[in-house]
């Protein structure tokens, strides 16, 4: 008599091979489960299982970050405005705003001014102007 319940999916070098070569194009790991025809918790439980697989996996998605890294370098060279404003707030930490630090060097708001005047009601009050 034959088990009841679902056929069993094994780890085969023919997945391995397809699984990097998913995660090189930057797919996530439900994108890569469903384009190997399986369940997101399948591969999750199989890359537990197989450390090639999860190896693979991370080899392919590093590659694709790194493929991608090199030609936004490209770019930043070629006088990308983009691309230099990009790579410049993701790797080396700028932003669209300067921050201002407090005394521990951390992010702090900007320190504002507030002048209080009494108003004894028969004139209006005079405000100063800055420019």
Do not use: C
Request: glycine content about 6%; charged content about 30%.
């Amino acid at each position: 008599m034959a088990k009841a319940g679902r056929k069993r999916i094994e780890v085969t070098p023919k997945m391995i091979a397809d699984a990097e070569r998913f995660a090189a194009t930057g797919l996530t790991y439900d994108q890569i489960a469903a384009a190997l025809g399986i369940a997101g918790d399948t591969l999750r439980r199989k890359r537990i299982e197989s450390k090639t697989l999860d190896e693979v996996i991370k080899k392919g998605r590093a590659n694709a970050v790194a493929e991608v890294v090199n030609k936004l370098y490209e770019m930043a060279m070629e006088k990308n405005l983009g691309a230099v404003i990009w790579f410049l707030k993701q790797y080396a930490g700028h932003h669209d705003s300067p921050a201002f630090t407090d005394a521990k060097n951390e992010v702090a708001p900007a320190p504002v001014k507030i002048n209080v005047m009494q108003y004894d009601g028969r004139k209006p009050p005079q405000l100063e102007r800055r420019h």
